[in-house]
Nanobody, 118 residues
Framework: VQLQASGGGLAQAGGSLRLSCAAS????????MGWYRQAPGKQRELVAT???????KSADSVKGRFFISRDNAKPMVYLQMNSLKPEDTAVYYC?????????????WGQGTQVTVSS
């Protein structure tokens, strides 16, 4: 599975950005898709994920501001980021996983920079 993210960039505080991630290659049985982020000097953290069935999970810090959605047919995952804050500045990584014969495989995209100015 290859994950290609796009849509990062520079935004002002209070603004919006939309991230997209397309999965390609051997895409059968993909379960969870989502986004993680890593700010300078910090550990990578979960932003939001969505299962193939539509169940979502998101970090408390982004609840009510970021919204994740998914198109299983393509498959693609999107992250609509509203009311951006400077602390949202990070490299955002697209993520996917799947199980094959009981083994979990995880996949990561190359990362896209999001910078929010105050």
């Amino acid at each position: 599975v290859q994950l290609q993210a796009s849509g990062g960039g520079l935004a002002q505080a209070g603004g919006s950005l939309r991230l997209s991630c397309a999965a390609s290659g051997s895409i059968f049985n993909i379960n969870v898709m989502g986004w993680y982020r890593q700010a300078p000097g910090k550990q990578r953290e979960l932003v939001a994920t969505v299962t193939s069935g539509g169940s979502t999970k998101s970090a408390d810090s982004v609840k009510g501001r970021f919204f994740i959605s998914r198109d299983n047919a393509k498959p693609m995952v999107y992250l609509q980021m509203n009311s951006l804050k400077p602390e949202d500045t990070a490299v955002y990584y697209c993520y996917a996983d799947r199980f094959i014969m009981g083994t979990r495989y995880e996949y990561w995209g190359q990362g896209t920079q999001v910078t929010v100015s105050s």
